[in-house]
């Protein structure tokens, strides 16, 4: 019985220095690399310069539309047409976006008198003639691209979105601006 703890003592013995001598290497070198680009690419801290790598030329990110005409205004207006039907889910998609982002600075009924004006420059009114007049697609730019203190509203309001506040834009310059026809409808004639 001695011999056979003996014989198990030794046996212990050897596994656990074969384990501690396995594990001395340096594997600064191993025998085969996978990947050495991977394995060899220089590690570079958040601020150093340099680690912010800007994208290949050409590439967009995935779900990103470019616009076209970010500096051809008058091209918006003339090339683009809004592709959204006026349906009532629509209007109420854009009513809920225009009073999530617009209403502050023009105001319930689009007059430019929104929560900041006391604080900031009077925004235009959205019920002027000159902003009737304009194309769909002339107020669909000023919200992708911006104008005057105005910020661009690109990265918050997708595009479809931006086109369903259109809608309701224009059913606010109709309800401060009816034409006869409105009337008439809403008469019932």
Known sequence: MKQFTTLNL?????LIAMSVLSGCGKHESPNFVYMPDMYYSPALKAQEP????MPVKGTIPRGYQPYAFAKNPEGAGKELKNPVLATADVM??????????????????GMGDGYVVPKMPRPPSLQSDKIRGWPDSSIYHVITM???????????????????????????????????ADVAAAEGK
């Open 92 to 109: 109420n998609r854009g009513q809920a976006l225009f009073n999530t982002y617009c209403i502050v600075c023009h105001g319930p009924n």
């Open 50 to 53: 340099g680690s912010n790598r």
């Open 146 to 180: 911006g104008q005057n203190i105005m910020p661009s509203y690109a990265a918050q309001i997708q595009s479809a979105d931006r086109w369903a506040i259109i809608h309701y834009i224009r059913a606010l310059q109709r309800s401060q601006n009816p034409t006869a």
């Open 10 to 14: 030794t046996a212990l013995a050897a």
